[in-house]
């Protein structure tokens, strides 16, 4: 674990004799300190691009009274950086009172191994199989045109400290392996990309040449997306393969059940606790306790051990998620869901690793009862507007459905719905549930953190394809 | 107070000297500092305050044809030391690439215009409370208002960009943004959204009382929204969409996807792509300009330049590396585009309402539906039924779809081009487009 005070004038009991004064008629608040250590190396268009590391140092200062949040950040670790912060959160919350809350619960699990997986693989061995990946698919179809492949690495570590000094602290790694291929047929050019990551070393993803394999699901991919058609434009049924297309969950009902928008009833589901939101069968959790996975933490960035939180059970909503704050000004209890992107941020509620869990049905059951439809397979990127409950995800592989049978692959089309009834049209859940590949970052009010998602095939009766067919 | 100009001026010698002692051929620096105090406001009352203090500095060395960079917040000179010794390292296992090199001097920024990007006025965070107070009495007015989050940002910068080959210069910059997000609600739905402002100067930003009525009103008239049929139909964009399509254009002339060949408009230099009313500038030296700068991320001198003459693409955006591969010279876009704006369109916008009888108006879009490599647009989007250039009803739920090769040779545009944003476009018509709704 890092010493965040080795080689500054702040010692430890500096620290949280600042910390305890600045707090003590405050809610709630403390100081986070993080170190983050990264690398980015890049091979595009036949050459390592760019090969970057970078070290982050910093603390955040948060006072919390009432509703209202005091902030400070700084890449100074000094006495004199954390006094200036100080005396900035007292001047806000000067005439705002508070009881610091001192309960957070302690546990000892661990999601993952303190490793630093940057060291653990040479440079020259992540060079290697970068290479060996441009070689591979240019090889391997003449119709390559470009290749792009990407290691990424980080190491988090963090340590907070709260009132009277209570200290908890973290190491979180976190790996990605990216590939983007594409390919050029009778001038028409299409891409594929596929990656894999989490939180454990590259080795444990590449091992067995499993970079090969990453290769040939980008090139797939591609190679479906040049054979595509102009996609239908309307309202229809949709099949969403599993793994992936779960960030239709994330997107359509994930932020809406974060406590912040709840709190300010902002959300189309702030006045829906108890009620039936989903068809029957549809059950939906938000899990950071999943070993290794890109979602999980041991404690979230407040302090507070993950859990896995039901949202939705057999179609009632059950549980928002819920940072300190939310959970206090909410009455209810931290489900250790409050995240930051790093230390110039200020804590959110956040989703973990978001997954609709087995049903009964077959995927092949869902197809055959489709007339008219599209099965969706994979997805770039979601987003949606919380209050209106509208969302979008764009497709980039995906089917036409006639008559029970899959067609020919259509041209990327964004889908388009309404959070709040798109899980009481889900007509059929799959007995098929598959994690995503690892890959998936959340962005919300500027701040991207790591998530994952899950779920079956699940077949929606009615949904809007933005395609361009007529 | 912003780090001064020595203090960066002798981190980066620090560095580059360091650089040089280790047996880099070239490198180079950028050190900044940016100080941010924003204070939110939310249903009238304070919510946040955060200050923000961000230091970080960023190497490149080079030995010949090899390159690798790191970037930190740690300014010890002891840690610093320690990370240029690894990059140095880095550097020397990474395979050659012929086209890694600093900037030609020659192209390298001689005389550093005063651009009046910098306003030294500080603003207490008691005034911005003020100015937030009087923007959120405004924005709820309206009784179907039940939320109002608003902030005031005011932002001081400072950098330093040097290099081995004796650039070494920099500036300050300012902002001052404030913005407010309103939810109005009604028996059936819910809506949001919002009106903001950014300027260098702070008495250049919008009054408060304007930003709070205009965030209302926009958000009251989304209510009841409907639903509407698939169907081919004449789109209009709002100004704050339009530049959305501008930016798509930008991202699609940028060198690196031309060198890679991954973009629709390779090979389209000097080749009609917009209907030929259209004009496209870039023009880095606008006074006050959001985006406006002296020289780009490498140090070089960025000039104003037409990208696209009467409908015809004139220029890409040129960095050092991609120039080289596409043997051109770079024009300084190292980082992108400054102020990228349409030229004004012929018509005001009653007569672009006017132009057909039936027209959707988008407001907002959501979604990330751009393929720049295709030229395929595909977004969520929201906005009015207008006919006969009166806003008929709001419409929602909806996508609107398009190729940017044919979307951007069905272009109109209005003559109410302003400068709020870096990227600019007056109101914008584009035929031809398909929705799928109902």
């Known amino acids: ?470 | 107070m912003v780090k001064n100009q020595e203090y960066l001026k002798s981190k980066a010698e620090f560095c580059l000297s360091l650089a040089k002692k280790l047996g880099a051929s070239d490198a180079s620096v950028t050190v900044a500092n940016s100080i941010s105090e924003t204070v939110s406001f939310r249903n009238k009352i304070l919510d946040e305050s955060n200050r923000s203090d961000s230091l970080a500095i960023s190497i490149t060395t080079y030995q010949n044809k090899k390159k690798s960079s790191i970037s930190s917040s740690n300014l010890l000179d002891e840690n610093l030391k320690t990370l240029i010794e690894k990059c140095f390292e880095t550097t020397r296992i990474t395979p050659i690439d012929e086209f890694n090199s600093l900037p030609d001097k020659e192209l390298l920024a001689k005389k550093i215009k005063d651009l009046n990007i910098y306003d030294d006025t500080r603003i207490e965070n008691n005034k911005k409370i003020e100015y937030l107070k009087e923007l959120e009495e405004f924005a709820s007015l309206e009784k179907k208002i039940i939320n109002t989050e608003s902030s005031f940002t005011e932002n001081k910068s400072n950098f330093i960009l040097a290099n081995s080959d004796g650039f070494c210069d920099g500036y300050k910059t300012s902002s001052f943004s404030a913005s407010c997000v309103a939810v109005a609600k009604d028996e059936n739905s819910m809506e949001r959204d919002y009106d903001y402002t950014k300027k260098r100067y702070l008495n250049e930003i919008k009054n408060p009382k304007e930003l709070g009525k205009v965030a209302s009103e926009n958000t009251v008239k989304k209510l009841k929204s409907n639903k509407i049929g698939s169907e081919k139909i004449s789109i209009i964009f709002d100004k704050r969409i339009a530049k959305g399509i501008l930016s798509a254009f930008a991202s699609a002339v940028t060198s690196s996807a031309i060198s890679r060949g991954t973009s629709f408009l390779k090979d389209k230099i000097n080749q009609q792509i917009f209907s030929s009313s259209i004009n496209i500038f870039d023009k880095p030296d606008l006074i006050k300009g959001i985006g406006s700068q002296s020289f780009d991320s490498e140090g070089v001198q960025s000039e104003t330049m037409k990208l696209v003459d009467k409908g015809y693409l004139k220029e890409y955006l040129i960095d050092t590396y991609n120039g080289k591969k596409l043997n051109l010279k770079s024009n300084g876009r190292s980082g992108g585009t400054t102020n990228l704006y349409f030229e004004n369109g012929e018509i005001n916008y009653n007569q672009l309402l006017k132009i057909n009888s039936r027209n959707l108006y988008i407001t907002d879009t959501i979604g990330h539906g751009v393929n720049i490599v295709t030229g395929d647009y595909s977004v969520g989007a929201t906005g009015f039924l207008v006919e006969n250039g009166e806003f008929k009803y709001p419409v929602s739920e909806i996508t609107i779809a398009g190729n940017f090769n044919d979307m951007f040779k069905n272009i109109t545009l209005a003559n109410d081009l302003s400068f709020d944003f870096a990227t600019n476009s007056p109101t914008m018509m584009i035929d031809g487009m398909v929705v799928a709704g109902k």
């Open chain 1, 1 to 470: 674990m890092i010493n965040f005070f080795e080689k500054s004038d702040l010692s430890r009991k500096d620290a949280e004799n600042i910390v305890s004064d600045t707090l003590k008629n405050c809610d709630d608040g403390e100081l986070y300190f993080e170190d983050t250590k990264s690398e980015t190396i890049l091979l595009d268009d036949n050459k390592i691009k760019s090969s970057n590391y970078s070290s982050d140092l910093g603390f955040g200062f948060r006072a919390v009274s009432k509703e209202v949040v005091a902030y400070s950040h700084s890449n100074e670790i000094s006495k004199d950086s954390l006094k200036k912060s100080s005396e900035n959160l007292r001047s806000t919350l000067k005439s705002i009172k508070g009881t610091y809350n001192h309960s957070i619960i302690k546990s000892n699990k661990k999601f993952y191994e303190d490793i630093n997986p940057i060291d653990q693989k040479s440079l020259n061995s992540k060079l290697e199989i970068l290479n060996k990946v441009n070689d591979y698919l240019r090889k391997k179809d003449l119709k390559v045109k470009q290749v792009t492949a990407s290691f990424s690495g980080e190491q988090k570590s963090i340590e907070i400290i709260r009132s009277e000094g209570e200290a908890l602290t973290d190491v979180r790694p976190l790996i990605r392996f990216n590939v983007s291929v594409m390919i050029e047929k009778n001038g028409r050019k299409e891409t594929g990309v596929y990656g894999i990551g989490g939180r454990q070393s590259y080795d444990q993803y590449l091992q067995d040449d499993n970079w090969k394999n990453v290769c040939e699901e980008a090139f797939r991919i591609a190679s479906i997306n040049l054979e595509s058609v102009p996609a239908p434009a309307g309202e229809m049924k949709v099949v969403l393969g599993p793994g992936w297309p779960a960030i239709l969950i994330h997107e359509a009902i994930g932020h809406g059940l974060e406590g912040d928008f709840n709190r300010k009833k902002i959300s189309a589901f702030h006045n829906l606790m108890g009620q039936k939101v989903a068809s029957e069968g549809v059950t939906i959790v938000d899990d950071g306790t999943i070993e290794n996975r890109r979602g999980s933490l041991n404690i979230d960035d407040e302090g507070t051990p993950t859990e896995r939180t039901v949202l939705i059970e057999n179609g009632i909503l059950k549980n928002f998620m819920q940072d300190r704050l939310n959970a206090r000004l909410m009455k209810t209890r931290s489900t250790g869901s409050g995240r930051r992107e790093n230390y110039k941020h200020i804590v959110l509620p956040r989703m973990r690793n978001t997954m609709m869990l087995n049903g009964k049905q077959t995927r092949d059951e869902m197809i055959k009862s489709v007339d008219k439809g599209i099965f969706a397979v994979s997805f770039g990127g979601g987003q949606v507007d919380i209050t209106s409950g509208k969302f979008v995800f764009n497709c980039t592989e995906a089917y036409e459905i006639y008559n029970g049978k899959i067609g020919s692959p259509i041209k990327g089309a964004t889908l388009i719905g309404d959070g709040p009834s798109i899980l009481k049209e889900v007509s059929m859940v799959g007995n098929d549930m598959m994690l995503d590949p690892g890959i998936g970052t959340c962005g919300k009010a500027g701040q991207g953190v790591p998530v994952g998602v899950a779920q079956p095939s699940i077949l929606i009766n009615k949904m809007t394809v933005g395609g361009t067919k007529l």
